[in-house]
């Protein structure tokens, strides 16, 4: 089983910045995809950012120019850095792993999650 554990959330004010990290653990030679996803209370999960494996990033509307995502694949982590953050960037983020990669962040694609880390951002 592929384990996901994501850490770097916390607290910050509008504008400022944060940098998770998604550390992947167990048997991950079927890893083909990874991505971003935030749920905020009474939302459903969406998807902002993906790196596919042969090396491409897709990334939605909202997040473009703030956000970006980059692989170590030495040490099989996947980091987000946030830059101008938004007080409705405020949410639960979570990493997830899948066999393949659509055009879209659909959360079908994927079947690994980690528990998640809470970003607050507040004006």
């Known amino acids: 089983q592929v384990k996901l554990v994501e850490s770097g959330g916390g607290s910050v004010q509008a504008g400022g910045s944060l940098r998770l990290s998604c550390e992947a653990s167990?048997?991950?030679?079927?890893?083909?995809?990874m991505a971003w996803f935030r749920q905020a209370p009474g939302k459903e999960r969406e998807g902002f950012a993906m790196?596919?494996?042969?090396?491409?990033?897709k990334y939605t509307e909202s997040v473009k120019e703030r956000f970006t995502i980059s692989n170590d694949n030495v040490k099989n982590i996947l980091y987000l850095q946030m830059n101008s953050l938004k007080p409705e960037d405020t949410a639960m983020y979570y990493c997830a792993a899948g066999v393949k990669c659509g055009y879209l962040i659909s959360k079908g694609d994927f079947n690994y999650w980690g528990q998640g880390t809470q970003v607050t951002v507040s004006s």
């Open positions: 790196f596919r494996p042969d090396g491409t990033i």
């Open positions: 167990g048997n991950v030679a079927s890893r083909t995809c």
